[in-house]
Each structure stands twice: as structure tokens, then as C-alpha cells.
């Protein structure tokens, strides 16, 4: 059983919830993985060069991370609001910034390089004792295994697009030329109903913002490889809720050895928007060389009242399974007015 360590604080209408350790689980239906292999983060990975006027070379392909820890805190947080969501009737607009690949095959030398997936989906993909929102989140990566072997992992515009009803629209951006054009070969049968658009996913939102039917959820996943990403997702979510202020905002980002990683949270809490929850993930210790990604978070802007109870049930289930020390533990804070 977990052992947790919980501090509660309510002030006004702000509540914190903050904790650590519960230590890993030991896991009898975990695959068996390889000595742990580096975790690089997505900056490590990348290595980008910039030039100032220049556009950024775009070196982070996601296909050697796909399915780690942090993808599936996003991905189970990302399956939560599209659940809820889909409930209405009104057609909902979903926009993916960052759309990156719609399928990464578990078995492709990018994916096997460091393995990371072993650490993410595949200590889940065996379990049958998970909380609910996580028997959710498993239901559509089992989606796109349905040999019931794991061997390929969803990105978020395929966990949309099956998610999604007819009548609601997808909007994908990706910069990255060989991404975006895997993309459109992908979705080129879905009609209008997918538009994948080759380009800056920052800018592009703009146009989409308000959408025809004002219901709409926005997914921003930077790589974060120029680190100039997080005051860009700040000024970007600034721009969207002036353009449209009731809808759904996720934003994931990394915990990292850089000061930029620990700002960003408190930069996007002074947003002009009504409600917001911040939920944290640590699987481990920071490393001693400063590289790694030991972390990750979300941050959602007019998140829907149950996000912060499907958070509690799921976060300190992901933290004693995820976790690979004594470091592992969680957090969740929120201002629902
Ligand atoms: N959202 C995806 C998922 O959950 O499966 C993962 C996306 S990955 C973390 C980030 C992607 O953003 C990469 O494919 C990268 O090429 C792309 N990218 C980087 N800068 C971008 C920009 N300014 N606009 C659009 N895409 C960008």
C-alpha cells in the first residue's frame, strides 16, 4: 500500500495538496525492464541550435520518449477532459499545438534507444487493479494494440481522433516537416473534420480562437528544446483568453534542472483566467549531473470540476507505480472559484 505523507491546506478557494515519497510500488505485473537507462530530457534529447534570426532546427522527435511517465500523466489528464467534454452535445474544437506523430511503434530503434516506455505505459499495460480514470487512459492505448501486446503507443492527436465524435473538429499543428507530413498522410481520409497544418502551433491558435461553436479544449505540449517555449506558452494562453475565455487550456511541461521549468507554474497562476489546477509528478530524484527528466506537470486553465477528484485518485497510484526512488510523490494545487 502506499504510504503517503499528506499536507492539505485551504485558503479561500485555493487548495494545495502536496506529496512526496510514497516510494515505489512494488509491482508484481511490471514488464521486466533493462537496468535503468538515462531518462534524457526533451532538451538533452534535442540539443537544438539557434541562431537569432533564424528559425529554431528542430532536433526533438518525440518518438524516442513516446509513452514515458510524462506521457502518460498527459495523456491520462488529456482522456479525462476529452471524456468529460464529449458529453455535451455541442460540437467541440480541439486544438493540438504541438501535435507531434499519431502512432509510435514500441519496437522502432528511436523508441528502443533508451526504452522509456518501459518505465511508463509498460508498468501499467499488465495491471487490472488501476483506479478508474487510469482503466480509462489504458482503454485507448489498448485501442491501438488490439492484439492486447504492447507495441505501439498513441500521440495525443490519435488519442483525440478516436475519442472524438463526427461532429467535432480537430486542429493539429506541428513545425517539425517529417512530423507534420506523417500527420497528413495519416489523417488524409478524415475529411475536414482533421486539419493538420505544417507550422508554428503558437501562432496558429490564434486564428482558431474563438471556435464557431465555443466549446473547446487546447493542448499545448512543447518540446521545450528552445527554452524560449515557456514564456511562449505563457503569452500564448495571455492571447486565447482574451480571444476566448471559457475554453479548456492543458498545458504539460517538464521538471527539470533549469530555472525556467520551476517558473513557469507561478507565471501561469497570474493568468487572467477564472479557475486553474496544477498537478506535478516526480518519479525520482534529480540527477547528479543536472540532466533528465525527473518530472512532469500539467497545468489546466477552466479545468472541469472533476478534474481535481480524478486527480486524487490517480496521482498516488501513478507515484507508487511510476516511481523509481524514494523521491517519487506528487502534487495538486488549484484556485476554482
Ligand atoms: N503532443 C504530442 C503527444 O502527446 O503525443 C507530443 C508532442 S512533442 C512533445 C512536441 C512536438 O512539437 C514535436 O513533434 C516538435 O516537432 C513539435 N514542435 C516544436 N516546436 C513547435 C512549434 N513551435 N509549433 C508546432 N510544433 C512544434
Redesign the pocket.
Known amino acids: 500500500m502506499l504510504s503517503a505523507l499528506l499536507d492539505l491546506r485551504m485558503r479561500n478557494h485555493r487548495t494545495r495538496e502536496h506529496v512526496v515519497a510514497p516510494g515505489p510500488e512494488q509491482n508484481p505485473h511490471q514488464l521486466s525492464l533493462r537496468p535503468a537507462a538515462g531518462l534524457p530530457d526533451r532538451r538533452a534529447a534535442a540539443s537544438a541550435t539557434f541562431q537569432p534570426d533564424r528559425p529554431p532546427m528542430?532536433s526533438?522527435r518525440?518518438a524516442f520518449h513516446a509513452g514515458n511517465h510524462a506521457?502518460v500523466l498527459?495523456?491520462a489528464v488529456l482522456i479525462h477532459l476529452l471524456n468529460y467534454l464529449v458529453q455535451k452535445d455541442k460540437p467541440l474544437w480541439y486544438a493540438?499545438?504541438?501535435?507531434?506523430a499519431a502512432i509510435h511503434a514500441l519496437d522502432s530503434s528511436a523508441a528502443m534507444k533508451n526504452a522509456e516506455f518501459e518505465s511508463g505505459i509498460g508498468r501499467l499495460w499488465s495491471r487490472t487493479d488501476l483506479p478508474v480514470p487510469l482503466g480509462e487512459y489504458l482503454a485507448q492505448v489498448r485501442a491501438v494494440n488490439p492484439g492486447g501486446v504492447l507495441r505501439c503507443y498513441p500521440?495525443?492527436a490519435r488519442i483525440a481522433a478516436q475519442m472524438l465524435r463526427e461532429k467535432d473538429r480537430l486542429r493539429l499543428?506541428?513545425?517539425?516537416s517529417t512530423?507534420s507530413r506523417g500527420l497528413q498522410e495519416y489523417f488524409c481520409h478524415a475529411g475536414p473534420r482533421v486539419i493538420v497544418q505544417a507550422g508554428?502551433?503558437?501562432d496558429g491558435l490564434k486564428s482558431l480562437l474563438p471556435p464557431p461553436s465555443r466549446r473547446g479544449l487546447v493542448?499545448i505540449?512543447?518540446?521545450y528544446e528552445d527554452k524560449r517555449d515557456y514564456l511562449r506558452v505563457r503569452d500564448t494562453l495571455r492571447d486565447a483568453l482574451q480571444r476566448f475565455a471559457t475554453g479548456v487550456y492543458a498545458v504539460w511541461y517538464p521538471v527539470v534542472q533549469r530555472r525556467e521549468s520551476h517558473q513557469l507554474p507561478a507565471m501561469l497562476k497570474k493568468l487572467p483566467a477564472r479557475n486553474w489546477l496544477h498537478a506535478g509528478l516526480t518519479v525520482k530524484a534529480p540527477s547528479a549531473d543536472g540532466y533528465g527528466l525527473h518530472g512532469s506537470g500539467m497545468f489546466v486553465l477552466n479545468p472541469p470540476w472533476t478534474l481535481p477528484g480524478m486527480l486524487r485518485k490517480t496521482l498516488p497510484c501513478l507515484a507508487g507505480v511510476l516511481g523509481q526512488d524514494a523521491h517519487a510523490g506528487y502534487q495538486i494545487e488549484s484556485d476554482l472559484s
Do not use: M, R, V, W
Open positions: 528542430l526533438y518525440h506521457d498527459k495523456h493540438d499545438t504541438h501535435a507531434g500521440g495525443s499543428f506541428e513545425l517539425h512530423e508554428d502551433g503558437f493542448l505540449d512543447p518540446s
